[in-house]
């Protein structure tokens, strides 16, 4: 017995399951965000390498040179996606998931260089040093549209798999279905 037990014992509380539930798709999601985070890190390495390297080996103009190196980003990081962050995500419609992927990743591509066309033919910020930052925060914005629109609509979770309790299934195959229908029916009536 307790100490100061009356000798009647309380079953612990049930965990709350929504609360559970909650926690393990924050979980998820987190470990989702990291993984884009780590590919999409890479992907605007090879943006601005890109971007940089086009624009000072060639004579293209600013947003020509940003358009090139965003396209060479999004092969790198439908690859990094599809094989890293989404792996174990539906696989079976390639054909609409490139179709999504690509119609996505041009949003984001006009979101991106819309905002350094902005800023170099808008205001004139046109040196290395400005269309470098304004490169970055096209990517930072054009980044955050395909988070979501990669993850609702491209990559999409496989529907989750119905509950069932062990007891329950096991006992269903053992008995055939004549008999659990006679043992659920009332007594008045077998």
């Known amino acids: 017995m307790g100490h100061g037990s009356s000798g009647a014992r309380t079953a612990p509380p049930a965990p709350s399951a929504p609360r559970g539930g909650l ?14 985070g ?54 079976s419609g390639r054909t609409r998931e490139m179709s999504l992927f690509l119609l996505f990743s041009a949003i984001g ?8 066309y902005t800023a170099t033919y808008g205001f004139g910020w046109d040196s290395s040093l400005q269309s ?3 490169k970055f925060l096209g990517i930072g914005l054009g980044t955050l ?33 004549a008999v659990r229908e006679a043992d659920s029916a009332p007594a008045a009536h077998r």
């Open 109 to 116: 591509l006009v979101i991106e260089n819309g905002v350094l």
């Open 145 to 177: 549209f395909r988070f979501w629109s990669y993850r609702s609509w491209v990559f999409r979770t496989l529907p989750a798999p119905e509950p069932r309790t062990r007891a329950a299934s096991a006992g269903e195959r053992e008995r055939p279905a």
């Open 38 to 91: 780590a590919v999409g890190g890479a992907g605007v390495l090879v943006n601005l390498l890109v971007f940089n390297l086009v624009r000072h080996v060639t004579d293209l103009q600013v947003v020509r040179a940003s358009i090139v190196a965003t396209v060479v980003a999004i092969v790198f990081n439908y690859l990094g996606f599809r094989y890293f962050t989404y792996r174990d995500r539906d696989k």
């Open 132 to 134: 470098n930052i304004f």
């Open 23 to 36: 926690r393990r798709r924050l979980d998820r999601l987190v470990r989702e965000a990291l993984k884009f």
